[in-house]
């Protein structure tokens, strides 16, 4: 039984720090970009529709050349990743997907992966994985 309630435990803690950690990225995507380079692991990797970015400060360059944004979340899910796939470091899978509009386009929707690792009682992005899903 106490296996079950730590497995419990750690899915609650996992959702906990997902969802505050992506209100605390989509509110700095949209509004202050130029520090979002702060949530990244220096060996963070991005891949955004298929074009790889490495580290935070070319993350932070292709994210100041996209329009400015603004993201609705409709969707939310965070899961901790097992010990043994990561050497016993807290990390934690988020998938999200909502709508965004980025200035002089129509609203799409799209979906994020992020894999967060806690650093000092900080979540940091490990990686990042977003893709715009378009209308047919």
Not at 39 to 45: E, G, H, K, M, V
Not at 109 to 114: I, V
Request: glycine share 6%.
């Amino acid at each position: 039984m106490a296996a079950v309630n730590d497995f419990k435990t750690n899915i609650d803690n996992a959702c906990r720090a997902g969802e505050e950690f992506s209100k605390v990225f989509y509110e700095t995507f949209d509004k202050r970009r130029h520090v979002l380079n702060k949530l990244y692991l220096d060996t963070a990797n991005l891949v955004w529709n298929g074009n790889v970015v490495k580290g935070p400060q070319e993350i932070t360059k292709f994210h100041d050349n996209l329009p400015h944004s603004e993201h609705t979340l409709i969707t939310l899910d965070c899961q901790p990743l097992p010990d043994e796939a990561t050497q016993g470091q807290a990390t934690v899978l988020v998938t999200t997907s909502g709508t965004v509009t980025f200035e002089g386009n129509n609203r799409m929707k799209f979906t994020q992966n992020f894999t967060l690792t806690n650093q000092g009682n900080v979540w940091k992005v490990a990686s990042d994985c977003f893709r715009c899903q378009e209308e047919e």
